[in-house]
């Protein structure tokens, strides 16, 4: 019965779209205030509807009811609970269900604190935004149905594949879809600014908040599935440029490239029509990273099957949302006013080469992806673009971003001076060219890569760091005083500051890489084996049941200089249900580095085959995201830009000054 | 600067980097392409050894063979001709005989190949596209065939 108000709900969902997209922007047609407010009780609507229909999903996978087709391909009674609830979303229909659960979210924040917004504007943005509803919502109750009711209903479900038996599960998606869906509306936002025909410095200071949480939460999307990936695929890779992974790069790379030239187009108002582009591309790449994981085009661990149906509905939905939003632009970007003029050298100008470098590195990572697609469609022969090709196309782009950030971050708006930036930034390119010096030396010209990159992020780092302090600290200023000079810089100065030193500790993090060790060997109980600076020696052997599991387990210490510095226990997991193995990595964190084991079938003599990491910094790679995140969560909270703030205080005075209206 | 000037300025920049771009996109693409075969292409095709390449097929029961160290060897089919594939390391969690599988390496002589790459099926109802296009070709695939049984 639940399942079917469920069900229910989601149909009804897909009615209060339909209106949210209809009414509002009929209402902004013909100027009917009454009939642009429908649409912000539309999208709360809508949201509580899916929130129904998402509860009954959840309920369904809690409750193990079997005779749900989706709970009985992808559950199992005996999956712990948590498990359970992520296993909602670890299959393509909870997925699909999860995306417009949080598109639906962010159409009912425009709703929410949309008040101070241009009415038609506002009217258009939810239209939009109930469009994409609308067309997502038909795709999974045609295509996609996750209440879908299995007759008779089995005793057992075929349980969650083990590999998404990991908290990784319950935190990943969910984070890369509030990512990827958040572009949503800063799409839909630059639409109803096209088909407005009118778009200014106000309208920037509306979207950027949206703009910073998508982002912010895209970033940690990112590094969550990588973590994720590390540790569970016993590879100890963290990146494999795998077409899905790309995917959600893209959009990172758009959207990076946003939240830079909307803070031009807000301060200076310049960059309106490449702004709107951007935001435009950015959530394109959203759904084409969508397309491309849901549709099977593409075979990966996220491709959870694959139907053509499918395929061809989201093929569709990409094509209505992309080209339909290009002729708009085609049509209507050339009626928006030009904004303030800059010098090439300022900030402006620095953050235009930002966004070329980033589309740039963007479009690479579009070829990468998808010319092996087309050439198979093309002439029938199959190739693979691998890592090589990214690392030298988009890497080389991005490490000349990198070394163009503390330049534009400490540039003046509209005419800096290039001379004095560059003497202020002495000192850490100082620092920068000896650390790269440095681990040339030590490294003996093995990989010219990771020397480099640990000289741009300590640039990076201390370039950023300068800035910050020369903007609180003048010669001759006391410390108190610098010091409430500090207090008083604006919070979204600290967030990019922030931002920027993540992105340099990030690269610090892929640099240590270089200077890693790596062996594969077959371990005797006792009988110590060495990777880099320390020695692991197998302890025990043995064998353990799990909930839903066996497991070959073993526990090995890693030893420096003769002391135990941590005992790990890497093991492999055989999954009954599914005739499964996992690889549990055994993980020790020492300095920032981490030794990496993970393990084969043990021998019949107790002897451990094993791959033997140790990966020095690869810590800071995700602690770098969560920095660049927090950078963006900081930005957000700066009171002079929150939502709406300027345009109430401006209501506010008007009231003031007219006190008989 | 006047308009027009920064206007040039800026196509000028972008032309640059977008041209830059391209020209490494075509460096990196002339040696980092790696094609894919099955056994049969490789017969028929008599690739020059030393070729890097992706091989898929199955793996042939009984031809595994697990030597010394870490190195194992074994056979990838396709139903009509066989590739004997070596290869050091750690084989994947879900690497079976007579299961899908992708290897990539160098080819050593016309029917063996050194492997560094063994990628398997990450579940039961995924088998790499390659591999199934493969089967498909030498109509050893039965459709339905990927579905496990209850």
């Known amino acids: 019965m639940i399942v079917e108000i469920g069900h229910f709900a989601l149909v009804l969902a897909l009615a209060a779209a339909l209106a949210q997209t209809i009414v509002p922007f009929w209402g902004a047609r013909v100027g009917d205030r009454g009939l642009m407010e429908v649409g912000r009780s539309a999208a709360l609507t809508q949201l509580a509807l899916i929130a129904i229909a998402f509860a009954a999903l959840v309920n369904a996978h809690l409750t193990s009811d079997f005779s749900v087709l989706n709970v009985a391909e992808n559950s199992h009674s005996a999956v712990p609970a948590i498990y359970k609830i992520s296993g909602v979303w670890g299959n393509h229909e909870g997925s699909m269900l999860l995306w417009v659960l949080i598109l639906a979210v962010f159409g009912a924040l425009v709703a929410l604190f949309g008040r101070a917004l241009p009415a038609a504007l506002r009217a258009d943005a939810l239209a939009v935004q109930g469009l994409i509803s609308v067309a997502f919502l038909a795709f999974i109750l045609l295509t996609s149905n996750p209440f879908e009711r299995l007759m008779p209903a089995p005793f057992e479900g075929r349980d969650l594949n083990p590999i998404l038996q990991d908290p990784g599960l319950a935190i990943h998606p969910p984070l890369l879809y509030l990512g990827y869906v958040g572009f949503s509306i800063v799409y839909s936002f630059a639409a109803a600014a096209l088909i407005e025909g009118r778009i200014d410095a106000a309208w920037a200071r509306f979207v950027r908040p949206f703009t910073l949480v998508a982002w912010s939460f895209l970033t940690l999307g990112i590094a969550a599935g990588s973590f994720w990936a590390y540790y569970t695929l016993g590879w100890g890779g963290f990146w494999f440029w795998d077409p899905v992974e790309n995917a959600s790069l893209m959009p990172w790379l758009a959207g990076t490239a946003f939240v830079h030239s909307v803070a031009v187009m807000e301060k200076r108002d310049a960059l309106k029509v490449w702004t709107i582009f951007l935001a435009i591309i950015a959530f394109s790449f959203s759904l084409l990273g969508t397309f491309l994981v849901r549709s099977g085009v593409l075979t990966s661990v996220h491709a959870f099957a694959s139907d053509p149906r499918r395929g061809v509905f989201i093929l569709a939905i990409l094509a209505l949302f992309i080209f339909g939003s290009f002729v708009l632009f085609a049509w209507r970007a050339p009626m928006l006013k030009q904004g303030g003029l800059f010098a090439p050298v300022s900030r402006e100008g620095a953050l235009i080469v930002n966004n070329l470098l980033l589309t740039t590195s963007c479009a690479t990572v579009l070829f990468g992806t998808l010319y092996p697609l087309a050439l198979e469609q093309l002439t029938g022969e199959k190739i693979t673009v691998g890592a090589p090709f990214f690392n030298l196309t988009c890497g080389a782009l991005l490490l000349t971003a990198c070394f163009v950030a503390p330049f534009g971050f400490s540039l003046a708006w509209k005419r800096g001076d290039l001379l004095a930036v560059a003497e202020r930034l002495t000192l850490a390119l100082i620092a920068g060219a000896v650390i790269a010096v440095v681990g040339a030396a030590w490294l003996s010209g093995r990989s010219p890569f990771a020397p480099l990159a640990a000289g741009l992020a300590i640039f990076v780092i201390t370039g950023t760091l300068i800035e910050v302090v020369m903007r609180a600290w003048r010669p001759g200023l006391t410390p108190g005083a610098a010091l409430r000079r500090a207090l008083g810089l604006p919070l979204s100065f600290y967030g990019g500051a922030l931002a920027h030193i993540g992105l340099g500790v990030t690269l610090l993090g892929l640099a240590g890489l270089g200077f890693g060790a790596e062996t594969i060997a077959t371990l005797h109980k006792r009988v110590p084996e060495r990777v880099g600076p320390y020695t692991i020696t197998l302890d025990w052997v043995g064998e353990r049941v799990g909930p839903n599991y066996k497991e070959a387990a073993t526990t090995m210490s890693v030893r420096s200089g003769g002391v135990v510095v941590a005992e790990i226990a890497p093991a492999r997991r055989q999954f009954e249900a599914r005739q499964m193995t996992t690889t549990q990595a055994g993980l020790a964190t020492l300095n920032f580095g981490q030794v990496y084991v993970a393990i084969a079938d043990p021998t019949g003599d107790g002897a451990v085959p094993a791959r033997l990491y140790w990966k020095p910094l690869v810590t800071l790679i995700w602690l770098g995201a969560g920095a660049m995140a927090l950078g963006g969560a900081l930005s957000l909270a700066d009171r002079r830009l929150r939502f709406g703030a300027a345009a109430r205080a401006k209501a506010g005075g008007r009231s003031l000054a007219q006190p008989a209206q | ?150």
């Open chain 2, 1 to 150: 600067m006047t308009r027009r000037g920064r206007r040039l300025a800026l196509i000028a920049a972008a032309l640059a980097v977008v041209g830059g771009a391209a020209g490494l996109a075509l460096y990196a693409l002339s040696d980092s392409i790696v094609f894919f075969y099955s056994p049969s292409e490789i017969a028929q095709k008599a690739l020059e050894p030393g070729a890097r390449l992706r091989v898929g097929g199955l793996v042939k029961t009984g031809s595994v063979v697990k030597s010394a160290g870490e190195t194992v060897a074994f056979v990838v089919t396709d139903g009509a001709h066989d590739l004997k594939v070596s290869y050091s390391g750690l084989l994947p969690d879900l690497f079976r005989e007579g299961q899908g599988v992708v290897a990539e390496g160098v080819l050593e002589q016309s029917n063996e190949m050194r492997a560094d790459t063994i990628l398997a099926k990450h579940d039961e109802r995924y088998m790499p596209r390659e591999v199934v296009d493969a089967l498909k070709k030498e109509g050893r695939w039965r459709e339905g065939e990927d579905v496990a049984k209850p």
